[in-house]
């Protein structure tokens, strides 16, 4: 196995493997191609890894599929897949702290961040799921009689078989866990394919699945590019489902694949989610919540709520409220004392961040805080607020296109029914916020919006328990809880006529 460590902003980036892992071993792509892993902060090197291709796809796939056909893993009870997945959840607990020097170098966000939510809530998926392995069981019928005969008929939850899991950069270890644990423990064979930007985490997972004992094949772990290597993975025939996390442009066209191949497919997309603060709520008390759900992570996530609605009469208070969040933000290195923001994932979202900032101001939204870099090296943008005080707000780009930096748009409403009309005209449906002190109120809106979570007085922290996933846009199917277990499983129908 093949590893490098460096030295990046003073910080010693942990040993981690380079190369790919396929059915147990470590190996450089068969084309010998590698890319480069850049630090956003500082935009130096930190490594070179392997990138896969088409041969690599189709080695990993037919690994995981021995596994599936008849394979140890295929022949190991539920109880003993739960036992791998709980010792892999006690590795990650054990090397937590690399986890987090290596996502947050990775991706460029404060090691706090990925410290206090991206970790910890990877081991409790992996043990959460490490539950269900040996709890996943089918349903006892009784049709009517057929043909004179009676019937009793039963089901069965089988693993789909080959999972293709396909996963964006900004929350690289949590996303993958959603993705990995719940099709392990249903018996699957997975081919990970991480995203290039962020792909350390996913190696050293494999490192760790190896070091616990999960069968050469069960887990494949295949860095590269998207068209080099999620594409083959999406459309090779040995594979069974394809779960994705990435932008809808993307999974748009994995859709109509899987749709072509009859492959299953989790398609987890983007947003444009909205934060909707209720007339009489206490400001100075939801401020700073509104704030981290469209700063935190510098605004690369996926149920960033960047839309904020706010009553006519305290939108000067929230948006004065909003920009002072913003201005007290610290942009730096992530793991220097007091960093409270770091630098967005590469040139080109830094590009596109900027050019959203430019579009918004060419549109004339008021920029009420941001705006710009800092002058140093590294893809940090400042925290942006904007403040459409005249109706139509909603319709300026900044509101109707994901940014996926931190940019948010204060937008007033008249009454409930405006917010609810005005949250719900997005093309996206992945989350909301509401916040009130009025509680009957948040549970009738709460009811009518269109988003697959609605997160009342809090952030949007997601919990292995809780179903996740989208509306519209935003995707197709959900993770987590049960349904992780159903979209890895088929249900499988047995029918006795007696
Ligand atoms: P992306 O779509 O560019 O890439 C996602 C993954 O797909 C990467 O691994 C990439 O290599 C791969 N890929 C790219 N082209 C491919 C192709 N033709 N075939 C197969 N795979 C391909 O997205 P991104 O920039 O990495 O992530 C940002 C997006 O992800 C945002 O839209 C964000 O909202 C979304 N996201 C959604 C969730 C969610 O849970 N709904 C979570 C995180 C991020």
């Known amino acids: 196995m093949s590893t490098t460590t460096s030295t990046i902003a003073g910080v010693q980036v942990p040993a981690v493997p380079t190369q790919l892992y396929i059915d147990g071993n470590w190996q450089d792509a068969a084309e010998g191609g590698t890319f480069t892993v850049i630090a956003p902060t500082t ?11 088409a041969a690599d796809v189709d080695h990993a796939v037919r690994a995981a599929r021995a596994q599936i056909d008849g394979g140890a893993w295929s022949r190991m009870s539920g109880a003993e897949r739960g036992v791998l997945l709980h010792r892999l959840a006690d590795a990650i607990e054990r090397d937590a702290e690399t986890f987090v020097t290596l996502e947050a170098l990775d991706i460029g966000r404060p090691a706090f961040e990925p410290r206090a939510v991206d970790i910890p809530n990877t081991i409790d998926v992996y043990r959460h799921f490490a539950g269900w392995a040996d709890k996943i069981d089918g349903r006892a019928l009784t049709p009517p009689p057929a043909f004179g005969r009676e019937r009793f008929a039963y089901t069965r939850r089988e693993p789909v078989g080959v999972v293709g899991a396909i996963v964006a950069w900004n929350a690289p270890t949590m996303i993958a866990s959603w993705k990995l644990a719940p099709a392990l423990a249903a018996g699957n064979a997975v081919v990970l394919k991480p995203a290039e930007d962020a792909c350390l985490t996913a190696l050293y997972l494999a490192q760790l699945a190896d070091e616990v004992g999960f069968p050469a094949g069960v887990l494949n772990v295949l860095p590269g590019l998207g068209v080099d290597a999620g594409a083959p993975l999406v459309s090779h025939p040995g594979v069974d489902k394809i779960s994705f996390t990435g932008s809808p442009e993307v999974g748009r066209g994995i859709g109509v694949q899987c749709a072509q191949d009859m492959r299953r497919v989790t398609l987890e997309l983007g947003g444009k989610s909205p934060q909707v603060i209720l007339p ?53 290195d992530p793991f220097d004392e007091g960093t409270t923001m770091g630098a967005l994932i590469n040139r080109k979202q830094f590009d596109r961040v900027n050019g959203y900032i430019a579009a918004g101001q060419d549109e004339g ?103 996740w996933g989208g509306m519209k846009t935003s995707g197709i199917g959900r993770e987590l809880g049960f349904a992780g277990i159903e979209a890895n499983t088929e249900e499988k129908t047995v029918v006795i006529s007696f």
């Open 365 to 467: 939204a008021e920029l009420a805080a941001g705006g710009g870099g800092l002058d140093r090296n590294g893809f940090f943008v400042k925290p942006t607020v904007f403040a459409a005080r005249e109706s139509g707000g909603n319709d300026l780009r900044i509101a109707r296109e994901e940014i996926f930096g931190p940019v948010g748009l204060v937008i007033p409403f008249d009454d409930v029914d405006d917010a609810v009309r005005q949250a719900n005209d997005t093309a996206y449906g992945l989350g909301a916020y509401l916040w009130t002190g009025d509680l009957s109120v948040a549970h009738q809106v709460a009811a009518r919006l269109r988003a697959g979570s609605v997160w009342i007085n809090g952030p949007g922290a997601p919990d292995a328990r809780l179903p």
């Open 280 to 332: 009489g709520a206490d400001l100075s008390a939801v401020i700073p919540g509104v704030a981290g759900g469209f700063l935190a992570n510098q605004g690369e996530i996926c149920a960033a709520g960047t839309r904020i609605f706010a009553a006519r009469e305290v939108f000067d208070d929230v948006v004065a409220g909003l920009a002072e969040a913003a201005n007290g933000v610290t942009l730096g």
């Open 43 to 53: 935009e130096e090197r930190i490594v070179d890894v392997a990138a896969a291709t």
